[in-house]
């Protein structure tokens, strides 16, 4: 049985990842240090229905330790995906230092012991539209210039690329990182707007809707990223990465490879709301916010190039991806409507 590596297991995507390959067959370890950056409960929650699958072994750990690295040895895995993370770019702005030790730190353990191992074929790891930063040019393709972050929180994700790419140039070490798009989906994280505007129409109270309500993003449903991360798992095809120069002589050993990972079908926030509105049967009170410091106006990905190497294909529309939140949101919080 094939052993996967799941950092951030307890998490919003690493849970649903890990439920996929508990599927798929593989022996799953998952770590992950239940942090209180939100509600430890829902992590616990995730963890329990994780832990009743046979093949399932978690590890509370802080994967920012240098000695993570034995453990990661002890498992020694044929696959590592790492899904842990100082998420959120508004908690970043207040709390830099989060994210250095969360996502630097511990994505250079992970480097080190992928240049060390000789059993593990892949890393792949989490990136996000937010290296696009002020780009302007839509949709956001791979080889636009990411060299514009507007906080720290693309900075860290970024510099994991540039990490990743130094580490295959010198070791042959493969890497496949994802830039993931706005997800949403059951078990979904409290500080993003489909769970806060959830919560706060179900309660009567305003929800704050930045830029005044013009922002357009690539919303992509939980099970659609999921899928993208196990194909990219499997996928026989070469790492060769296109926005690289093909005179480079470190192409040719050179294994790091970067996708864009969304829905390609930009969507209007306001419809996103209506689309709550709907399942809630109620009308939110929207509160217009100028434009938050930090934050992209509009996202939309090219995905052609995970198209292409995976064969990747979307498959939730917004309105069947709200529904299904809106449903597990009512079940887990015990909301009568
Ligand atoms: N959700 C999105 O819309 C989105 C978009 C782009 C990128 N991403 C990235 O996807 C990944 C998963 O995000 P998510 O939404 O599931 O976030 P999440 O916060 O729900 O999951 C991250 C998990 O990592 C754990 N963790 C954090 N620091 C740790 C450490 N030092 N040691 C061990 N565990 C630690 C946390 O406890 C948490 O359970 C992250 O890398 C995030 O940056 C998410």
Redesign the pocket.
Known sequence: MKKVII?????????HTALRFLKEGFEVYG?????D??D?NL?EDRNKILEQDKNFNFIK?????VE?KNKYHEINPELFI???????VRHSITNPEDYI???ID?FLHIMEFAKDNKNLVRTL??????VYGGNIRQPFQESHGVDHPLQF?AVS?RTNELMAHAYSNLYGTECVGL??????GPW??PD?ALFKFTKNILEDKEIDVYNNGNHSRDF?YVDDIVEGIYLSSISKKELIDSSFDSKDPSRSFCKSIIFNLGRGKPENLEDFIVEIENNLGKTAKRNLMPLQPGDVPDTSADISGLKDFSGYEPKTSIKIGVKNFIDWYKEYYKVNL
Request: aromatic share 16%; proline share 2%.
């Open positions: 950092t951030g297991s307890a998490g919003f995507i690493g849970f770590i992950d240090n239940l942090n950056y939100y430890p992590k750990a802080d994967i920012s330790k993570i790492n899904l842990a993370a100082q998420a959120g030790k969360a996502n511990s790891y989490a990136s996000t539209s937010s929180y994700k830039r993931f798009f706005t997800v949403y979904g994280r993003m992509t």
